[in-house]
């Protein structure tokens, strides 16, 4: 059984650089066909793609974030971590990891998604 | 960047067929999934590779893709159904997903 659980904090302040971590089970990080991402919704918005990284710790960035986030793993504790610097009110959402499957080069699509973290960016 | 572009909204009654498209520059050229995402809750995937269902998912819904629109369709739609649809491909020229507006499927 596949799951993911994201786990952070609820609330940052402005220019605080946040640290979330999806810890899963249920399936190994260990090929580039099997990727973990992160996705916001800012509230009662569009899902946003942000990063995803895979078993061969290729990493890739959303174009208009890549100067802010890094996204990493540790494959002994089967987590993904993701850091978001220079916080601000407009990144409050919830953040969203979730597994990724690669099919042959042609798509990527997300199959197991975690429950979820609210962030609320706020002084 | 690569752009999606759905209907803000989508009513229809019980029982009949929604159709929720998803347009873009060649989509048909891509692979499209959808996601049903209820209030409070994560997305779930309903159709990946643009017609595929994961295990689970009602025959009910379907996928289609071509030219420059993509859709989805949901037949026989029950009340259960009501929630945002998100459509979502992978931009391969530079590695990125790309997810449209996202859809609010009412059902009257």
């Known amino acids: 059984q596949v799951t993911l659980k994201e786990s952070g904090p609820a609330l940052v302040k402005p220019t605080q650089t946040l640290t979330l971590t999806c810890t899963f089970s249920g399936f190994s990080l260990s090929s580039s066909a099997m990727s973990v991402g992160w996705v916001r919704q800012p509230p009662g918005k569009a899902l946003e793609w942000l990063a995803r990284?895979?078993?061969?710790?290729?990493?890739f960035y959303s174009t208009s974030l890549t100067t802010r986030l890094t996204i990493s793993k540790d494959t002994s504790k089967d987590q993904v971590v993701l850091t978001m610097t220079r916080m601000d009110p407009v990144d409050t959402a919830t953040y969203f990891c979730?597994?990724?499957?690669?099919?042959?080069?042609?798509?990527?699509?997300?199959?197991?998604w975690g429950q979820g973290a609210a962030v609320i960016v706020s002084s | 960047s690569y752009v999606l572009t759905q209907p803000p909204s989508v009513s229809v009654a019980p029982g009949q067929t929604a159709r929720i498209t998803c347009g873009g520059n060649n989509i048909g050229t891509k692979s499209v999934c959808w996601y049903q995402q209820k209030p409070g809750q994560a997305p779930v995937l309903v159709v990946y590779?643009?017609?595929d269902r994961p295990s689970g998912i009602p025959e009910r819904f379907s996928g289609f893709n071509s030219g420059n629109t993509a859709t989805l369709t949901i037949s026989r739609v029950e009340g259960g159904d009501e929630a945002e649809y998100h459509c979502?491909?992978?931009?391969?020229?530079?590695?990125?997903?790309?997810f449209g507006g996202g859809t609010k499927l009412t059902v009257l």
């Open positions: 979502q491909v992978w931009d391969r020229s530079v590695d990125h997903v790309v």
């Open positions: 990284i895979d078993g061969h710790d290729d990493t």
């Open positions: 979730a597994r990724m499957i690669g099919v042959a080069a042609i798509t990527y699509y997300f199959d197991h």
């Open positions: 590779d643009d017609s």
